[in-house]
């Protein structure tokens, strides 16, 4: 067996991974990438970037019937083309960054890790057996396939996930939604500004659990308002085929302690229940490399596992399945890779770092840091400021007022412990905040930051002045 011997492999090019390998190959490391199938990771190819751009396409046309310029349609064949442009773009790019970057071998093909009889970590791929001293697994995320009881005879329905309801060629008149998570609200809210009566099912009796009541409650009110339905306490007792490709859902919903039988008629049902690890068929046993219950990699705070000089980066070692972290995930191992070449011990970590939520309907809910539940059940003493969306005048020049604004600050040293924005641009507003909160900024700094008007982020002056 012939054996490539390089300085880093990378297994998998989502965003950490095809950040090392472009990064070190250009510090003049031999570093070979190997990636099957998503040229450029998930996030290019079915989740942030296509399904961002598809929300960023049905707000225009709500926007434009919104102000009477033109009327409700199905216009779902027009959003999929502009999508599929702007990720084929994408791929491009990238291809042609992992083919044509000096010291950068690219493999596409699904690897392996191989047992060696001395101990060597190796990758099988495409016929070729490859080698290195650091290796980094970044091998991503699937849709979560959750146990449905289908019918008997209906065993070979078509249920859609965050993937397959991207390729849809007809919009369905109806859409039923099981997960009331990011990933449901996101697209829920899409098709229904796109013509679809939609509804969403959620298992337990708490819309975004993880949110404090009144976010959550705004989102829901939101939600509502563009024509989406939330039923809450949902078992979904059976699915069937129904004619003309309808699928027929016997549900039975709890209310005040009782179970109440519903039937729901759709065109399409979409499971958005969360990811699931690929990392089955990487034979980790192999090197000695651990994984939890759910099939996810285990790492220390420097993202090494089990197994020295392996390495797993972004979603493949659990949430939170953001792209954001998987890029810090590469900061951090490209610093210590440094570190080690040049003879330092390697210092950063995943240790404290904050790390920001953004749901991407509309307005957007950005939140970083603690919530007020968090906060109290920790036994910290703060204190809560809040300001209704409708209060900002860029909010009101753009025509989206919906929302509020809200911050945990900590009574005893004023710093901001937690900050939630559900309003025009809250993903941008709450990243500023993000920073003011690592630069130990207290929040009467903040309140008297001259901040350009009139601008979302000046909403940080009022929401924080106290008179």
């Known amino acids: 067996m012939t054996v490539e011997n390089f300085d880093i492999v990378v297994l998998g090019g989502g965003k950490g991974g095809k950040s090392l390998a472009l990064s070190m190959s250009k510090a003049g490391k031999q570093v070979c990438l190997i990636e099957s199938k998503m040229i450029g990771g998930s996030c290019i190819n079915v989740a942030c970037i296509p399904t961002k751009t598809m929300v960023a396409s049905t707000r225009?046309?709500?926007?434009?019937?919104?102000?009477?310029?033109?009327?409700?349609?199905?216009?779902?064949?027009e959003v999929l083309a502009r999508k599929r442009a702007v990720v084929s773009k994408m791929i491009d790019t990238h291809m042609a960054l992992f083919?044509?970057?000096?010291?950068?071998?690219?493999?596409?093909?699904?690897?392996?890790?191989?047992?060696?009889?001395?101990?060597?970590?190796?990758?099988?791929?495409e016929n070729r057996t490859?080698?290195?001293?650091?290796?980094?697994?970044?091998?991503?995320?699937?849709?979560?396939?959750?146990?449905l009881p289908l019918s008997p005879g209906s065993e070979n329905l078509a249920i859609l996930d965050?993937?397959?309801?991207?390729?849809?060629?007809?919009?369905?008149?109806?859409?039923?939604?099981?997960?009331?998570?990011?990933?449901?609200?996101?697209f829920a809210q899409i098709f229904a500004r796109l013509g679809s009566h939609v509804t969403i099912l959620e298992r337990g009796n708490e819309f975004l659990s993880r949110e404090d009541r009144d976010i959550a409650k705004e989102v829901e009110l939101t939600l509502n308002g563009e024509g989406i339905d939330i039923l809450y306490g949902v078992k979904v007792d059976a699915i069937t085929a129904g004619d003309h490709g309808k699928k027929i859902l016997e549900l039975t919903i709890e209310k005040g302690g009782e179970r109440e039988s519903q039937i729901i008629v759709c065109d399409q049902i979409l499971t958005a229940t969360g990811r699931a690890?690929?990392?089955?068929?990487?034979?980790?046993?192999?090197?000695?490399?651990?994984?939890?219950g759910r099939g996810f990699i285990k790492v220390d705070e420097k993202l090494e596992t089990s197994a020295p000089g392996v390495y797993a980066l972004g979603d493949c070692k659990g949430g939170p399945f953001f792209t954001h972290a998987s890029w810090?995930?590469?900061?951090?191992?490209?610093?210590?890779?440094?570190?080690?070449?040049r003879g330092l011990e390697p210092k950063r970590s995943t240790k404290g770092r904050l790390i920001p939520y953004t749901l991407f309907?509309?307005?957007?809910?950005?939140?970083?840091?603690?919530?007020?539940?968090?906060?109290?059940?920790?036994?910290?003493d703060f204190k809560v400021f809040k300001l209704p969306a409708a209060k900002i005048p860029r909010a009101a020049t753009e025509g989206e007022t919906r929302g509020l604004l809200k911050a945990i600050v900590d009574k005893k040293d004023s710093k901001i412990l937690g900050f939630a924005a559900l309003c025009l641009n809250g993903g941008e507003i709450a990243s500023t905040v993000q920073v003011a909160?690592?630069?130990?900024?207290?929040?009467?700094?903040?309140?008297?930051?001259?901040?350009?008007?009139?601008?979302?982020?000046?909403a940080l002056n009022l929401l924080f002045q106290e008179s």
């Open 60 to 77: 225009l046309q709500y926007d434009a019937r919104r102000n009477g310029f033109s009327k409700a349609g199905d216009s779902l064949k």
């Open 99 to 125: 083919t044509g970057t000096e010291n950068l071998t690219f493999i596409k093909g699904y690897g392996r890790f191989i047992e060696s009889s001395d101990g060597a970590k190796l990758i099988e791929v």
């Open 130 to 147: 490859v080698s290195a001293p650091f290796i980094f697994i970044n091998t991503g995320t699937k849709p979560l396939k959750p146990d």
């Open 162 to 186: 965050s993937t397959s309801i991207m390729e849809l060629e007809a919009l369905p008149e109806s859409l039923v939604i099981i997960g009331g998570g990011y990933i449901s609200l996101e």
């Open 277 to 292: 690890a690929v990392n089955e068929g990487l034979n980790l046993d192999s090197i000695g490399v651990e994984v939890d």
């Open 328 to 341: 810090d995930d590469y900061r951090i191992a490209r610093d210590n890779l440094m570190q080690h070449y």
């Open 361 to 380: 309907v509309e307005p957007e809910l950005g939140r970083v840091g603690l919530t007020e539940a968090e906060a109290s059940k920790l036994g910290l």
């Open 437 to 458: 909160m690592l630069s130990g900024m207290t929040y009467d700094q903040l309140a008297n930051v001259v901040l350009s008007h009139p601008t979302m982020c000046e």
